[in-house]
């Protein structure tokens, strides 16, 4: 009664537990510890204190460090976690499991759609003023203080490059014709530099891809749709140029530009986007029955390297079960003249090589993509029912022959 007395307006939890009244005044200001929770309410910049920094600074430098983390298109500034998700629920529908919560096994959160090109330039745009705002205050402060000097702001989004390389032409490709140590290492750089600017545009049209086939996946209007089509055929194009994939004017016919692919391949991830490409489909069929004879003619050149890292061996056996996958299906099938050229090509590679063919197909992966050469060529053209030609089929006896007896 003395402490209701004392306190007449106190609530009743500080009438009967007088300890917590004697707490510091500070606490009551100081804001709760929710960082943890994603669903806590936001904190009021005016209980954000400091002995150092005034609460409106203070806010700015915790929204500047936080602003990388807002996302307007999570399936492509999260794509590897989306792509884990994705692999977890494939997995467990493959295990027999379901699901699972959210649509995935296990993950509880729901698969993630690539966004709109509409909303993706919207969002570019607002990044672009908020830049160009940020810009405009910095120099008008630089003036005000008559500050010396300019430091370059990085833009954590678009990471700036280290090293910037002159337009690469198919000239420079070409092999040096000087004797000179000099020339020789800067026609290696010069190449090196060619084959990364090959597999970084092919990568781009791959994503591109990979993207638009998920978007077509999901109903849509004629409209949108068909603009989505034009824009796949103008990646499917790029992805043809990064593979040396090139179309015979006259004819309008496909062939294989035999120096830009080797370029390509010379590189464990220029074989890993040939492979990836091929298996899910972004290549078109057509397209990868016409590489897959020159695609042989590079690897089994020569055997493989004693000193091939454990990273380079695993990408060319990717790309060697690709080829494998290709070879064998039955649906669409390979033409009677591209298993021909194929078992062609090994054996016109190997004329000069050291160790001859048995030094070649000497690892696994070599050995099973001939391995079904063999096989599909014996079914289509000198098995029963083959539809080939004489010439074809007698041809292939021959070059089968020759093959053996290597």
Known sequence: ???????????????????QRQQPQQSQHRPPHLFNNPQAPPVNAKLITSSLMPPRDLTYVVHAMLRPLHMSDPYTEDFYYVNLQERKSTMFNNMGRGPGPGGLGGGGVGLVKPAWKETKEKAREVELKFREGIMDRAKDWKEEKQVLGKIVKSDVK???????????HKSTFEPPTSSDPSSEEDSIRTNLWKARTLVDKGYRAFLDLFELQRLLQTPLPSKPREEMML?????????????????????????????VLRSTLSLPKGQELASRSMERGLLPHASACIIVPEVLRILFASPRPANMTNNAIMKEDRLLRSLTTVISMMNPSLKPGTVLDCLSGVLEVNKNTSGGLKAVLGAQGRAEVMHAVLARG??????PGANASEELKVEWREKEGLFLKM
Do not use: M, Y
């Not at 009664?1 to 300890?19: E, I």
């Open 1 to 19: 009664q003395q402490q209701q007395q004392q306190h007449p307006n106190a609530p009743p939890h500080a009438q009967f537990h007088p300890q």
């Open 231 to 259: 824009d796949v055929e103008k990646k499917i194009d790029l992805l043809h140029d990064s593979l040396g994939v090139v179309t015979d004017a006259p004819n309008k016919t496909k062939k294989v530009d035999a120096d």
């Open 158 to 168: 678009r990471p700036r490059a280290l090293l910037a390389t002159s337009i690469l």
């Open 378 to 383: 014996g079914n289509i053209l000198n098995g």
